[in-house]
Antibody, heavy 121, light 110 residues
Framework: EVRLVESGGGLVQPGGSLRLSCAVSGFTLSDYYIDWVRRAPGKGLEWVGRSRSQAKGYSTDFAASVKGRFSVSRDDSRNSVYLEMNSLRTEDSAMYYC?????????????WGQGTLVTVS | QSVLTQPPSASGTPGQRVTISCSGSSSNIGSEGVNWYHQLPGRAPRLLIYYNNQRPSGVPDRFSGSKSGTSASLAISGLRSEDEADYYCAAWDDRLSGMLFGGGTKLTVL
């Protein structure tokens, strides 16, 4: 069974940092992209960033709103992906989801975690 | 302001067919596949349609997707009360090198 479980959310002051974790199981992490998507209160879904598979050199992309402040790393041996968030702003407050993409069949975001809440205040 | 444009709301009665539109540009919908998701209150989003019109296993065939040029649409037939949710389209944008979501459409089942 494919599972993604986020953790690490919490309350942080503006300008602070936070590291979110996404623990995965039920598939080979190195074969898949992992994206982070967030939803702020009262707003819609917003894509945050992507970590590609080993075959794609683990390359990353980020939304303009977080570029230079957020980064993604992964440890395939620990089946985990990490979202490092620095210089946090109040507008970064949201539920953060990690999600899997099967790029071999262009299937974006086929499985999602339950989310972890980040509050910047 | 989303680059992919969806109507903010849609509604229908049980058993009806409703469609939700998603308009983009040549750098996203026009050149990439479109995905559709819905999100029920308090739940994580769920993939309904990928690559324009492909349905993942477990998604009822009441849900269907289509794409033409720089626009896409999601159709839901045989509307049910449990379909009441927020619906989002998404597509990769080659110019921005990022995934774009539509602003979301709140579907109400009357």
């Amino acid at each position: 069974e494919v599972r993604l479980v986020e953790s690490g959310g919490g309350l942080v002051q503006p300008g602070g940092s936070l590291r979110l974790s996404c623990a995965v199981s039920g598939f080979t992490l190195s074969d898949y992209y992992i994206d982070w998507v967030r939803r702020a209160p009262g707003k819609g879904l917003e894509w945050v960033g992507r970590s590609r598979s080993q075959a794609k050199g683990y390359s990353t992309d980020f939304a303009a709103s977080v570029k230079g402040r957020f980064s993604v790393s992964r440890d395939d041996s620990r089946n985990s992906v990490y979202l490092e968030m620095n210089s946090l702003r109040t507008e970064d407050s949201a539920m953060y989801y990690c999600t899997r993409t099967d790029n071999s069949i262009l299937k974006d975001f086929d499985y999602w975690g339950q989310g972890t809440l980040v509050t910047v205040s | 302001q989303s680059v992919l444009t969806q109507p903010p709301s849609a509604s229908g009665t049980p058993g009806q067919r409703v469609t939700i539109s998603c308009s983009g540009s040549s750098s996203n919908i026009g050149s990439e596949g479109v995905n559709w998701y819905h999100q029920l209150p308090g739940r994580a989003p769920r993939l309904l349609i990928y690559y324009n019109n492909q349905r993942p296993s477990g998604v009822p065939d009441r849900f269907s997707g289509s794409k033409s040029g720089t626009s896409a649409s999601l159709a839901i037939s045989g509307l049910r009360s449990e379909d009441e949710a927020d619906y989002y389209c998404a597509a990769w944008d080659d110019r921005l090198s990022g995934m774009l979501f539509g602003g979301g459409t709140k579907l109400t089942v009357l």
